[in-house]
DNA sequence: GACACTGTTGACGGCACGACAACAAGAGGT
DNA sequence: ACCTCTTGTTGTCGTGCCGTCAACAGTGTC
């Protein structure tokens, strides 16, 4: 008819790569941190995100790439700044700075949980390497914020020890935030009392051991 | 023609169902540390194992059914038998069972640094019971060894910062027999020194804590 | 208001998995 | 020796998922 300004709506719009990516992405997220790899199908998150699922390679290039993203987007964690510690003995300034570490990931709890919650069998060496990374930056981050940045000798050393404790880091806030086993207060005291340990008592018996190292 | 005793060897052989189903989850081990659970195929399985892809559904239900069986048997671990722990310091009776550990680990290697390897996300409710329950022993096995098997009161909460412990252990065995940053002692040092301190310091504070309790 | 750019869609081909009926190896009976 | 029954094993069929790609349609620009 004339004057029909029945104006059909867009059927779909059109975004910045980079918004369609992030929207992609966080829909991803939620979706592995709730089901196991293959339980998840990109028609899933294309369904979740309201696009089609072609766009996923596009932007992707396959769903293993759209899971690596995912890995990548979750371990990364804030960083502590080191001019907010106190100064005092070193275990006051542990304690000040686990207590960071643990409200910081109280905040990130969704995207941890999901981290922590897994760790089966399935070597797959990309995985590997973005998790060893994000454990690096994180002993690095600590180190840093004790002032030990650089001891030596036995540097390399020290780090290696600081990511072991790392990994005692992970398992701890599983059992407080996950099992509820532990009370973060009990959580707090735990890893206080280790990491000074380790920082006053295992490195410096380490170096004794070899005297003559980098 | 007669006379004609040309025998057609058999095609294949019949095994006892455990045989078979052993040969079968050997091989799935196999592939399934060496390649992500996604990449390892039912059909990679059945050729190096030398069987029909369809006999695999016959024995574990589903690709998913064998990857959890792969599981369960990588993270079965051999128990320490208490009565082996000489008397003395507490500290001594740790190092002894640490030595002990970090024995029995670089043993069972491969095995080890498959489930060491990864942690990605993808949360899976049945590996992450598996894993859990094998921790758990894990930290019973442990806290029996060093004959604290009934402490009170906080038993529970010894038990946690025990399992808190393990994470600690596979992040330093990882650091050792993986990334070759640190060496055997060096391990031994810190998982001793910091299993010590766990038992002798930071469990007795953590009772103070809070008296009134189980 | 028409054009061009490119974000987005939908369909096609191949492959992996689970189900199932048919097959055959091997043991036991006659 | 031969037959027969049991059941371990195979191969095929249907379904669903993933990667590719050409066509389509928002949206800024002249």
New binding site residues.
């Given amino acids: 008819m004339a004057g029909m300004s029945a104006q059909?709506p867009?059927?779909?719009?059109?975004?910045?790569?980079d918004?369609?990516r992030e929207q992609i992405l966080e829909r991803a997220i939620d979706l592995f941190a709730e089901r196991p790899y293959a339980e998840?199908?990109?028609?899933?998150v294309?369904r979740a995100a309201?696009?089609?699922?072609?766009?996923?390679?596009?932007?992707f290039?396959?769903?293993?790439?759209l899971y690596l993203a995912a890995v990548r987007r979750i371990v990364t964690v804030p960083t502590f700044d080191p001019a907010t510690l106190p100064d005092g003995p070193l275990r006051a300034r542990v304690e000040t700075l686990v207590d960071w570490l643990l409200t910081t990931v109280s905040k990130h709890a969704k995207g941890w949980i999901a981290v922590l919650g897994t760790e089966g069998i399935g070597s797959d060496p990309e995985v590997e390497r973005i998790l060893a990374e994000a454990d690096r930056r994180a002993a690095e981050n600590l180190i840093k914020s004790v002032g030990m940045h650089d001891v030596r000798p036995h540097g390399q050393q020290l780090r290696a020890l600081v990511r072991a404790y790392g990994g005692m880091v992970k398992a701890a806030v599983r059992e407080w935030m996950i099992h509820d086993t532990l009370t973060r207060d009990q959580v707090l005291l735990l890893l206080t009392e280790q990491l000074t340990t380790l920082l006053e008592e295992t490195f410096p018996r380490l170096q004794e051991l070899d005297p003559a190292a980098q």
């Fill in positions: 059909s867009p059927r779909w719009r059109r975004l910045e790569p918004e369609r998840v199908s990109t028609s899933d294309a309201g696009v089609a699922r072609g766009l996923i390679n596009h932007y290039e396959s769903k293993r790439g």
